[in-house]
């Protein structure tokens, strides 16, 4: 079993829709989370963390952790064509090991 | 502030050759990785340190790759020899604690 599993796509959605995408994890006691987005060609940029249950708001970008389901997703309101790329979910376990998932490829349709 | 900086940013070579990358990691970081990115095997931790020291080399596919942390503000990443499966981006992280990692724009490898 993969320490971080995630759909790998491609995602498609409309612009103006709202983009989903999910993450699922393994380690219990994971205690953060991190969304990262690929650009092809480009490395991995941080848009978002999230530490505690619930939600968290930046911008068009929402994270939703939910420790009891391991589960983590992020939700991009208002897609527009600058964000397809590929999505990584990242988990820090216990001692501190970071564990990416596979990606998820976006495409946003004008 | 200055970013992860790796060095090269592309590299061609010939199959047979040693190659070393090269990362400064972010001043005041302690933990420093290197990845592997293909399109097969998608992102893949090769080793990390902490400290400079080396923790977890598990992901190092065979002795053809070394690495080492000398000081806190440079890694090299080895590879002798070189074969053309090889063929990769490397990436250089860092990070301080539990916070998130940061990465460089990487090496783009390929071997002939």
């Known amino acids: 079993q993969k320490e971080v599993e995630q759909n790998s796509g491609p995602l498609s959605v409309p612009e103006g829709a709202i983009a989903s995408l999910n993450c699922t994890y393994s380690?219990?006691?994971?205690?953060?989370f991190f969304w990262y987005r690929q650009y092809s060609g480009k490395s991995p940029e941080l848009i978002m963390f999230i530490y505690s249950n619930g939600d968290k708001e930046d911008g068009r970008f929402t994270a939703q952790l939910n420790k009891a389901s391991q589960y983590v997703s992020l939700l991009i309101r208002d897609s527009q064509p600058s964000d397809s790329a590929t999505y990584l979910c990242a988990v820090m376990g216990t001692g501190n090991q970071f564990y990416f998932g596979t990606g998820t490829s976006l495409t946003v349709i004008p | 502030d200055a970013g992860v900086i790796q060095s090269p940013r592309h590299e061609v070579t010939e199959m047979g050759q040693e190659v070393t990358l090269r990362c400064k990691p972010i001043?005041?970081?302690?933990?420093l990785f290197w990845y592997r990115q293909t399109m097969m095997r998608g992102l893949e931790l090769l080793i990390y340190?902490?400290?400079?020291?080396?923790?977890?080399d598990s992901g190092m596919p065979e002795d053809r790759f070394s690495a080492k942390m000398p000081n806190a503000s440079f890694s090299t990443l080895k590879i002798q020899p070189s074969e053309p499966r090889d063929s990769a981006v490397y990436f250089c992280?860092?990070?301080?604690?539990?916070?998130?990692?940061?990465f460089g724009d990487g090496t783009r490898l390929s071997i002939l």
């Open positions: 001043s005041g970081h302690d933990y």
């Open positions: 992280a860092s990070r301080t604690g539990g916070r998130p990692q940061h």
């Open positions: 380690d219990r006691g994971s205690q953060s």
């Open positions: 340190f902490n400290n400079n020291v080396p923790i977890d």
